[in-house]
């Protein structure tokens, strides 16, 4: 038994002899190592790691210092240590063998100290087997059982409790060694794939310095390049805007830009010597023009066709979307003039066709508007019975009015108002009124339309055309137009003797006239001028009318010797029982009532009137006439001179009073003159 080479420490009754024959046994005697050993590792060397392939490539080449060198064999069992819930093998041993044991250190000294250990008396006996086996003599030589007693059995039972701690501690060391193996080989699998990623690192590196050096070289080109290359480059999104978005702010603006880079390019292609690049990219170029062209008159002819559509408000849609998009024009023009002269002229014939159509549905709206018919019947010096029976039959149909009184006609000069009056109004209309007023309504309407127009094409084509090619614009727009309200003047004109509305007609043509001018729109003064024209003659026939009136009024009266007095003799000697010139009255004349209230309108219209007007020249000729009349009447009164001088000086003095509140230039004249006639007849 293995176990009796280490019981020194048994009782001494034990016999050693059997021991010491073994001691002298010609077999070796091996030294036991008591020290925690582990067993040797499969396919490894014991005197190298098995890492130390995998690191030789990574690892330094310098020496290290023979003190800190590896020793032969795996250092994994001297770095190692031991559990903390495993016990020490030794003291295993030591509480089987119940006695202290020398612990090996692996020096000579030990070695030599533990040979010289004093050892019991059975021990150094020498023992001769001679040629008997160890068992044979075991059988000669049979130990009493009393010497054998010197093995408790306790001890015996000890060991066999102990031997199945030893084997699950040796399963344990072969664990921690399985263990150990794996983790090896990780580590060895780690140090490996750590060589690889160390590797591609050092590749990184190297791309990423490559790549650095590329980035900085094509920033430098980029610096340099950058801003030619951005001349003439057109971004995608601005090709795909042009090509396939809808028309709208941003459609301009990407508009604005390709006509930038067109003009660009142009001129890089017509110098001595031209870009490459700009060569290239102007068939591209010029295929987006071609493109933006065609989009821009589609979207031109839809627009013009909405103008064509009934009850269509058309400055809706020039501001909202014409004048707002006047660049579209302005690059129409520029690329394409022909196509341009195109859709301005199927503008001109549709605004021809829209203001011409929109005015003949007002005329005839105004048309329908009741006015005071005015005859020879109502001039200043008409026959008192036709006069009272064209009266009579007014008041049956019209209504009362006095066509020589200003009344409150005056009004429509001062009026803060310009709006036009609305057509369903012009055509509900029961009240009668004068030709001033769808005079005024329909130039007043025509004046609105025609700044609007004027302002429309100025804004959308003054980029590509100049004055006068606007102001042809503008005529061939108007031109039906204007002959419409020429032709509504003419109507209400030519066939009335109202002097006092066409006066007003005339001044309120002046008013357009000052309104046109302040809004700075020139292109309506023909058509203001053609007014005139038709206003101001038709204005003289029939004060020249209202003048022969007196005339032929004047004419027909008769002495007291003729014994047949006309009507106008009549009228002198009205109120009179007898025709005896001494009992005539001196008041003034019936028709000096009418002349004053015609020239009191006359007046009150014309307080602003210049020096070249006819007003002054038609107003003399009729006062002319009227002083002649009075003169006439003057003598018919009587033969006494007092009796006379009083008839003119009243009726002097009653024009003087109703011609006191005009104002003007042409109110003085005419009161002064009157004054003056007075004031000769008292002196």
Request: contains cysteine; aromatic residues 8%; hydrophobic residues 35%.
């Amino acid at each position: 038994m293995w176990l009796d080479r280490f019981s020194h420490h048994t009782t001494s009754n034990g016999s050693p002899a059997p021991l010491q024959a073994r001691s002298s046994s010609a077999a070796p005697r091996r030294s036991m190592q008591l020290a925690p050993s582990m067993p040797n590792r499969p396919h490894l060397t014991p005197r190298t790691s098995s890492l130390s392939d995998s690191t030789r490539a990574n690892t330094s080449t310098i020496s290290l210092p023979a003190g800190t060198r590896s020793t032969n064999g795996s250092t994994l069992r001297h770095e190692l240590s031991r559990p903390s819930n495993i016990e020490d093998p030794i003291d295993v041993l030591e509480r089987i063998l119940g006695s202290k044991l020398i612990r090996h250190a692996g020096g000579n000294e030990d070695a030599q100290a533990l040979a010289s250990a004093p050892k019991p008396d059975d021990l150094d006996r020498d023992i001769e087997f001679g040629e008997l086996s160890l068992s044979e003599y075991l059988q000669q030589n049979a130990v009493p059982v009393e010497v054998q007693s010197h093995a408790p059995s306790s001890m015996t039972e000890e060991y066999a409790q102990d031997k199945v701690k030893l084997e699950e501690l040796h399963r344990s060391a072969i664990a921690c060694d399985d263990v150990l193996k794996s983790v090896e080989i990780s580590l060895t699998n780690f140090q490996r794939d750590l060589g690889v990623v160390s590797a591609e690192i050092e590749t990184l590196q190297n791309r990423s310095t490559i790549l650095n050096t590329r980035l900085e070289n094509r920033k430098i080109v980029e610096t340099l390049l950058g801003p030619a290359v951005e001349e003439i480059s057109i971004s995608p999104m601005v090709v795909r805007i042009i090509s396939e978005g809808p028309i709208n702010e941003e459609w301009q603006k990407a508009l604005g830009e390709l006509e930038k880079r067109a003009s660009l390019i142009d001129s890089r292609t017509k110098t001595a010597t031209p870009s490459k690049a700009a060569l290239e990219m102007k068939p591209l170029v010029d295929n987006l023009i071609m493109k933006a062209i065609e989009r821009i008159r589609d979207f031109f002819v839809v627009q013009i066709k909405t103008l064509r559509s009934p009850s269509i408000n058309s400055q809706v849609i020039q501001q909202q979307s014409l004048v707002k998009y006047r660049d579209l024009y302005t690059f129409l023009a520029k690329h394409h003039i022909q196509l341009a002269e195109e859709i301005g002229q199927a503008y001109i014939n549709t605004m021809r066709w829209y203001y011409f159509s929109c005015f003949t549905r007002y005329r005839h709206a105004l048309d329908k508007m009741l006015l005071f018919h005015v005859d020879r019947s109502e001039t200043v010096g008409a026959d008192p019975a036709m006069r009272n029976a064209r009266q009579n039959t007014n008041r049956q149909h019209q209504g009362a009015h006095d066509a020589l009184s200003i009344g409150r006609r005056a009004e429509i000069l001062r009026s803060a108002s310009y709006a036009a009056l609305p057509s369903y109004l012009a055509e509900e209309s029961k009240s009668y009124t004068y030709i001033e007023t769808p005079f005024r309504h329909f130039n007043l309407a025509l004046v609105d339309n025609v700044t609007f127009e004027y302002s429309f094409l100025t804004a959308f084509f003054s980029p590509t055309s100049s004055f006068h090619q606007l102001s042809r614009r503008f005529a061939e727009i108007f031109e039906p137009t204007f002959t419409l309200g020429q032709s509504l003047t003419k109507e209400l004109i030519e066939p009335t003797y109202d002097c006092l509305g066409i006066l007003l007609c005339v001044r309120l043509n002046q008013a357009f006239a000052f309104e046109l001018q302040r809004r700075k729109i020139p292109v309506a003064e023909n058509y203001l001028n053609a007014t005139n024209i038709l206003l101001w003659p038709r204005f003289q026939v029939v004060m020249d009318a209202h003048s022969e009136s007196v005339k032929h009024l004047a004419s027909g009266l008769s002495t007291a010797r003729s014994g047949a007095p006309t009507a106008a003799a009549k009228l002198i000697f009205a109120g009179t029982s007898s025709g005896d010139s001494s009992k005539q009255s001196t008041a003034p004349h019936s028709l000096t009532q009418r002349f004053g209230q015609f020239l009191h309108g006359i007046l009150t219209i014309s307080k602003e009137a210049g020096d070249d007007e006819p007003v002054a020249n038609s107003l003399g000729r009729l006062r002319t006439e009227y002083e002649a009349f009075l003169a006439k009447a003057s003598r018919s009164a009587g033969s006494e001179t007092v009796k006379r001088e009083r008839f003119l000086a009243n009726n002097y003095a009653l024009i003087l009073t109703i011609v006191e509140g005009a104002e003007g230039k042409l109110a003085g004249e005419m009161r002064r003159h009157f004054e003056g006639l007075r004031d000769d007849l008292k002196g």
